[in-house]
């Protein structure tokens, strides 16, 4: 069955440093989304992408970050300058169609747990 | 703006016994409502969703969950608890014609004793 893999599973990182965190969505899917969870909180939206565009960015998704799809395989987040309280679990999904075609499934990877010290 | 309650972070049952996992959402147009799994080291996996077709939605692994609009609530319920079936739960809601994001509960953890 088809799935959604990330790259690293855990990384560390140093306070101001840039990290990329990478994502292969499902192949046949069109919209990508990254959402994170801290440690004991919700699953929070950060961003959807459709057509090498955001569709939809939330509060979180400041400055310091940005999305791309380098080729047609690879989804990536990067954070520019890390935070401490940019330490969460950071989870990519996929949908084929997107919500808005009435409730299309988002398949999630496993996340990549983001430390920064 | 849409929200949604998940009552109990941490529910634990006897094998063989119901499982129930509360969710209360908050809209102000129809939503779509979804139930996801997560087990240890494991990502999202979608356990069922309401899209207003039926109100009684039947998912995998033997879970199904009523939409009751009376109530705003969408709780999971599965007859019998299989020692399988610990894992973290979450409830997630989002509104009909809207774009994409999906908006979660804080999860319930349901752990499953002999």
């Known amino acids: 069955e088809p799935e959604v893999t990330q790259t690293p599973s855990h990384q560390v990182t140093q306070m101001g440093q840039e990290v990329i965190l990478r994502c292969v969505p499902i192949?046949?899917?069109?919209?990508f989304y990254w959402y994170r969870q801290i440690l004991g909180q919700k699953v929070e939206f950060l961003v959807s992408?459709?057509?090498?565009?955001?569709?939809?960015k939330s509060e979180i998704f400041d400055d310091q970050f940005s999305v791309e799809r380098p080729d047609g395989s690879n989804f990536t987040l990067k954070i520019r300058s890390t935070k401490l309280e940019d330490s969460a679990m950071y989870f990519c999904?996929?949908?084929?169609?997107?919500?808005?075609?009435?409730?299309?499934?988002?398949?999630f990877g496993p996340g990549t747990r983001l430390t920064v010290l | 703006a849409q929200s949604v309650t998940q009552l109990g972070s941490h529910v634990s049952v006897s094998e063989g016994a119901l499982v129930l996992l509360r969710c209360n959402y908050s809209?102000?147009?129809?939503?779509?409502l979804f139930w996801y799994v997560q087990y240890p080291n494991q990502g999202l996996q979608l356990l069922l969703k309401?899209?207003?077709?039926?109100?009684l939605v039947k998912g995998i692994n033997g879970f199904e969950a009523e939409f009751k609009k009376s109530e705003t609530s969408f709780h999971l319920t599965k007859p019998s608890a299989h020692m399988s079936d610990a894992a973290e739960y979450f409830c997630?809601?989002?509104?009909?014609?809207?774009?994409?994001?999906?908006?979660f509960g804080t999860g319930t953890r349901l752990q499953v004793t002999l």
């Open positions: 992408f459709y057509n090498n565009e955001i569709s939809e």
């Open positions: 192949s046949n899917h069109l919209y």
């Open positions: 809209s102000s147009v129809p939503p779509y």
């Open positions: 997630a809601v989002t509104l009909t014609g809207t774009a994409s994001k999906l908006t």
């Open positions: 309401y899209t207003s077709a039926a109100t």
């Open positions: 999904a996929s949908s084929e169609f997107g919500l808005a075609e009435g409730a299309d499934t988002q398949y």
